[in-house]
């Protein structure tokens, strides 16, 4: 069975461009465009993996964490922080809240952000 | 807090507006009380000399509170500026990275081939977000050095292996510009203790200035480290088209380019060297240009070592 991602990101370019390339890949994408409705799709879904962007409409990514983090159907999902935030306060709370990896958009392809949810899915 | 701009601008104490009223204050006070006991020894009424300085003395304490103000306005419409730079270039990064992601969908063949002639055309499109999303890296970081944000980690490790991985990896740009590279290392480095990545930026910028900015033909760069009484030196060489002398003492400064290339078509943002030299001086160490123009320049930087 297809393994799905959660991928909670506001811009539907990028929806668009990782819901292609990971489709290819053999996931199941379900994208939720800002925070709340990424919180409720996680309990509803139960995905494998969740990608989290931290700047987003209605929840913030580091209050979306820590929601996912308090409720018991959530709290063992795997996060990924795929963010433009480059800020060392930011990434210290998050891996407080026990994410996987710290992404900058920026500075990674979409290759390396497939082999980083290839890696934290194969565990 | 009485000294608060301190820490909104991240300023030692005695740098601060309030702190030096503060004091000024005080010495206005004491020199009103010496100058009445001092008349009073020697003129009939002393009354007068004392009312006279305390005049004084408020007219001198309205001007500093005024001029302090203009250092505050000053300080605030730099902060200002800093926290702009910085919204905008986080800002900015949305969009670059939404480009390069298509980008790297479309060009990875995935989504139909693409034809030959579009090729050098994509390549063109990859440059230039490349150099967008360096752009944004470097404002990002010259706000942070200027607000005072900027910190550097501290670790331990070899200078000598730091460059000589960094020198292959720009071998390619060397050979695309007919540059060489000779390095030349003196044995048993000592190992730096400083921020590892920060110093591979100085490198790096020094070392892509240095083939950038080579002559048409053959040239040579040429890089040393050697070990001096507890520190690094580290020396780059180029026979490049050098810089002007009156260029010379405002290449550190930000977003200055020297009036030989600021014309030409050799891309730059006049941000590498003023961010260079601040992440050499930030690690204790300091940096030296010396250049002629038409025959080439050195730079040379130094270290601490652990």
């Known amino acids: 069975m297809a393994k799905k991602i959660l991928f909670i990101e506001d811009e539907s370019a990028l929806q668009k461009t990782f819901g292609d390339f990971l489709g290819k890949e053999g996931f199941e994408l379900i994208s939720a465009l800002d925070g709340e409705t990424g919180l409720k799709l996680a309990e509803k879904e139960a995905p494998d993996l969740i990608l989290l962007d931290l700047i987003l409409p209605k929840m913030e990514g580091v209050e979306v964490l820590k929601k996912l983090r308090e409720n018991p159907k959530t709290k063992d999902i795997p996060v990924i922080v795929l963010t433009n935030v480059e800020d060392f306060e930011k990434l210290e709370k998050t891996l407080e809240l026990g994410i996987k990896a710290y992404l900058v958009k920026t500075d990674f392809t979409l290759e390396e952000v497939l082999q980083k949810i290839k890696g934290e899915l194969k565990e | ?306």
């Not at chain 2, 701009?5 to 507006?17: A, V």
Request: charged share 25%; proline share 3%; net charge positive.
């Open chain 2, 1 to 306: 807090m009485l000294f608060k701009e301190c820490k909104k601008y991240h300023l030692p104490l005695y740098w601060c507006p309030s702190f030096i009223f503060f004091i000024l204050g005080l010495i206005i006070i004491f020199s009103i009380l010496a100058s009445y006991f001092i008349a009073n020894k020697i003129i009939s009424n002393p009354l007068i000399v004392a009312l006279i300085c305390i005049f004084l003395a408020c007219f001198l304490l309205i001007l500093s509170y005024f001029v302090t103000k203009t250092f505050e306005a000053l300080a605030e419409s730099n902060r200002i500026k800093s926290e702009f730079i910085s919204i905008a270039s986080h800002q900015l990064r949305t969009p670059i990275s939404n480009l390069k992601f298509t980008l790297e969908i479309l060009m990875s063949g995935k989504k139909g081939k693409i034809e030959p002639e579009q090729v050098e055309y994509f390549r063109i499109l990859k440059e230039n977000t490349i150099r967008l999303k360096e752009l944004t890296a470097d404002l990002l970081l010259v706000s942070k050095i200027e607000s005072g944000e900027f910190k550097l980690q501290k670790e331990k490790f070899d200078i000598r292996e730091l460059t000589e991985n960094l020198v292959r990896n720009f071998i390619p740009f060397a050979k695309a510009h007919n540059v060489e590279i000779k390095c030349y290392f003196e044995e048993n480095l000592p190992k730096i203790f400083g921020d590892k990545e920060k110093i591979k930026q100085v490198i790096e910028t020094l070392l892509d200035n240095a083939i950038k900015y080579s002559k048409k033909g053959k040239s040579l760069v040429e890089i040393k480290i050697c070990k001096k009484p507890k520190e690094i030196y580290f020396e780059i060489k180029d026979e490049g088209i050098g810089i002007p002398q009156k260029d010379q003492k405002h290449v550190f400064e930000k977003f200055f380019r020297a009036s030989n290339v600021s014309k030409g078509d050799i891309a730059g943002t006049g941000l590498g060297l003023f961010i260079a030299k601040s992440i050499v001086e930030r690690s204790g160490g300091k940096i030296n240009l010396k250049s002629e123009e038409g025959k080439g320049t050195t730079i040379s930087f130094t270290l601490p070592v652990s």
